[in-house]
C-alpha cells in the first residue's frame, strides 16, 4: 500500500517541479500516488536462483516483485540471498560497467544501508577494493550488517568525514558519492520525508553536497571515475552539482548509453550529460546520476602511499588449523589481533594496512574466530562469507519455523555430536549454533536478532 496516497505535495515542490516538467507534472503526481515498486537484487555469489519475476532491464540481478513480503521473516534475507533495494538505484551497473574495466580500489563515500555497496561487491572486477563509508554510528553498525550478510571478504566499513577522506590523496580509482539529499524522489516510499520538505532545505542539502564533493575530491586519482547520484527532482542538488563538478573541480563529464525502452530522461539544465529516472516514466523512485573523470591534479607522493610498514607488537601466533576454516587460506594475510583472529585479502594488505592507520575502520576482511579461554568459537561473519569452507564444520538443515527461531535468538531444539555446527536454510548458512550434547546454545549475533513476530 501506497502511505502518500492521501498526502499533499509540499506547495513549494508542486511549484518548482512543475516549473521543471511542464505538461508532465500532471503524469509525476499521479505517479507519486500510486502503489510503488517493490525489487530485489539476487547474490550471484549464494544463490543461482532466478526469481519468476520480472528482471529490471538495466540490472542483470535485479528483479521486481508483484507485491511486498515480509522480508524480516525471510531467513533467505538473513542468509543474504538477495538485498531489497529500489529499481532506479540499481542503474549504477550501467555506469560502473561503461568506465570500469579492471580491478579498482573503490570508496562508497555515504553507503549506508548499504544497497549501492553490496552492489558494487557484484558489479566491480574481480579482486577490487571497496571501503564502504559512513559518518554516523548507528547507520555504520547497519552497513557492517548488510555487508557482512553479503559475504564478499574484499570490503572495509570505515566511519569517517569526507574531509578525513579527502586526506588519502589521489588513492581512489573509483568514487562513489550517493550524497544526502533532500529525497523528493522518495516521498511515496516515505512520506515523512514530504513533511519535511521546504526550499531552505534544498538549498542546505545543495550546499552539503558541493561541500562532501570539494572535500572528498583530493582522494581521487587523475584519470578517476565519480559517480554523483541523489534521490531528488530538483535542479540544485543535481544539474548545478554537476556543473560544480565540470567547472569548478575541472572534471569531465561522461555520457552513458542508454536503451529507449527504458525511458529514462537527461538533464534538465545545463548541457552535461546526466541520468533522470522519473516514476511516471521509469518503474522505479526518482533518482539522478552522473559520471565524471578526474582530469586535473598531478600525482602527489604522499609518505603514506609508499605503505611503509610500521613497526607492530608481536602477537601471538593464529591458532594452529585455523586457515582450515577458509576455501582459500593461501589468498589471506592471517593473524591474530588480540582475541580476535582476522584474515585479509593478500592482494590488498598494504591497502588495508595504510587504511587502518588513517581512518576509522568498523570492520574488514573476516574475522576467523574469537579465543575465550581454552575455546575458538568460529564469527558470525564467516558464516555470511562466501569464503566459508563448509567442510570445516558440521552442519544442520532447519524448517522455516525453526530457522526464524534461531533468527530470533531462541534456544534451538537441535542435538547432536558436540562442537560448533553451521545452521542452514535452503542450502545456506544462516549461522552457528554450539551443539552441547542434548541442547545447544544459539550464536547468532544479540543485536541482530528479529525482535517482532509474524503477523
Known sequence: MNPFRNSKLPAGFVLRTRSLLGEEYGLLEAALHAEP??????????SSEEPSAE????????????????????????????????ASSMFLEQAVKAYVKEPVKCLDLCAAPGGKSTHLCSILPENSLLVCNEVIRSRAHILAENLTKWGNPHVIVTRNDPADIGRLTHFFDLIVADVPCSGEGMFRKDPGSAGEWSPANVSLCAARQKRILQEVWNALKPGGILIYSTCTYNTQENEDNLAYLAEELGAEALPLSLQTEWQVKGALKHHYP???????????EGFFLAVVRKTAGETKELPGHHFRKEKRKTLPAAPAGINNRLLHPENFHIERCGDLIQAFPLRHTDSYQYLSRQLHLISSGICLGEIKGNDLLPTHTLAMSRELNRDAFASIAL???????YLRKETPALSGEKGYTLVCYKGLPLGFVKLLGNRANNLYPQEWRIRSHPA
Open 37 to 46: 515498486v517493490v525489487s530485489v537484487r539476487m547474490n550471484r555469489d549464494k
Open 55 to 86: 528482471r529490471i532491464p538495466w540490472c542483470e540481478s535485479g528483479y521486481y516483485l508483484p507485491g511486498r513480503i515480509s522480508f524480516t521473516f525471510d531467513p533467505l534475507f538473513h542468509a543474504g540471498a538477495y538485498y531489497v533495494q529500489e
Open 399 to 405: 524448517s522455516r519455523e525453526e530457522a526464524i527461531r
Open 274 to 284: 546526466a541520468c533522470r529516472f522519473f516514476p511516471h516514466k521509469t518503474r522505479g
